[in-house]
Nanobody
């Protein structure tokens, strides 16, 4: 099995910054891609950003404000969140796929991000 552990969530200020981290461990040969999703109260879970070898993808709502990066050697993905808005308040979940099992989804437990106005 694969375990994903998020960290870095908490209380952010309007216009401020937070940096989320997610470390993967367990039975891993190679991680093909990692990403961040979020779910706000009363809303469905949505993609925030995703990264694979040399490619990134962002939701329109966070493009130019958030930056996703990856440390392949450490099986870790980061989400640098700048220019925070109250609308960014949500539980943020880490997601990963393995090269050897591409059809399986792995999820972290989630980390709360709250942005004050």
């Amino acid at each position: 099995q694969v375990q994903l552990v998020e960290s870095g969530g908490g209380l952010g200020q309007f216009g401020g910054s937070l940096r989320l981290s997610c470390a993967a461990s367990g039975t891993i040969f190679s991680i093909s891609d990692m990403g961040w999703y979020r779910q706000a109260p009363g809303k469905r879970r949505e993609l925030v950003a995703r990264i694979t070898d040399g490619y990134t993808d962002y939701a329109d709502s966070v493009k130019s404000r958030f930056t996703i990066s990856r440390d392949i050697a450490k099986n870790t993905v980061y989400l640098q969140m700048n220019s925070l808005k109250p609308e960014d308040t949500a539980v943020y979940y880490c997601n990963a796929h393995l090269t050897e099992r591409p059809r399986d989804d792995y999820w972290g437990q989630g980390t709360q991000v709250t942005v004050s106005s």
